[in-house]
């Protein structure tokens, strides 16, 4: 398949990044879709804006992983570049990575362009990973519905990764950072009060992530941070204030 340059990204012909890749390796969008699963319940934290999240999530995995750059123009706006020599792998980060190497995009138009099409796609991943697993069962003993159930485990480590960051301070790793501060950034996280207690010294950890206050001090991970800094900044804004279509 050939994709035209100025559209955002598809990856299959059915419109949706192509998911074929090795599933041994979790990207940062799906750890943060299994962490806004709910078991209790079976349905997904924050589906209204959920494709802004998990749009910044891709965006931030690029950053970590040096395959773009934020980039700061006339009158303020940032833009995401591709870095040329740096192609990610995977298929999903690949087909966002092309959409801002065809040209610099702002940020919030690289979320709305990347976003919509992954939620289908990463949930499938993680299906075929077991980390939830697809149920069908009766509705009112007449019809067939779907359900999603909690599969491995892999969602309580991730949430207790976070847990340790946010309430017991400990200095996290820049995909764990990173983790927190979308899943701060995404408005959802006074929905896990049961699990990360919706404290005022929490509160403030969570913004202190969300600006890239990361504890870590390698010239590398500056970068990466900052970059993903600038796309959670532009997450909230989405998530709080979705533009007008």
């Known amino acids: 398949m050939t ?15 192509d998911t074929t890749t090795d599933l041994a390796a979790p990207s940062l969008a799906e750890d943060l879709l299994l962490l806004l699963f709910q078991p209790d319940s079976g349905t997904i934290a924050g589906e209204n804006t959920l494709f802004y999240v ?17 980039r700061t123009g006339r009158g303020g706006t ?11 792998s995977d298929h999903v980060l690949r087909s966002a990575w092309e959409y801002v190497a065809d040209k610099p995009r702002g940020v919030q138009t690289a979320l709305a362009a990347v976003g919509p099409p992954l939620r289908g796609p990463l949930l499938d ?3 075929d990973r077991g980390d939830i697993r697809r ?18 485990g892999r969602r309580a480590r991730l949430l207790s990764d976070v847990h340790q960051v946010l309430v017991d301070g400990t200095v ?59 796309i959670v900044s532009s997450v909230v804004i989405a998530a709080t204030v979705p533009p007008r279509a």
């Open 125 to 127: 991943r993680l299906v």
């Open 3 to 17: 994709r035209q340059p100025g559209r955002p990204p598809t990856g299959t012909d059915d419109g949706l990044p």
């Open 172 to 230: 996290p790793t820049p995909r764990t950072a990173a983790l927190a501060a979308l899943l701060s950034g995404s408005g959802t996280l006074p929905q896990f009060h049961r699990e990360i207690p919706w404290t005022s010294t929490v509160i403030a950890r969570a913004k202190e992530l969300e600006q890239g206050h990361w504890g870590a001090d390698a010239t590398a991970e500056a970068v990466a941070r900052t970059v993903t800094a600038t």
């Open 54 to 70: 998990l749009g910044g999530a891709v965006l931030a995995d690029l950053g970590l992983g040096e395959h773009v750059r934020t």
């Open 135 to 152: 149920r069908t069962r009766k509705a009112l003993g007449l019809f067939n519905t779907t359900v999603l159930e909690d599969g491995s």
């Open 78 to 88: 940032t833009t995401v570049v591709a870095v040329e020599e740096r192609p990610p």
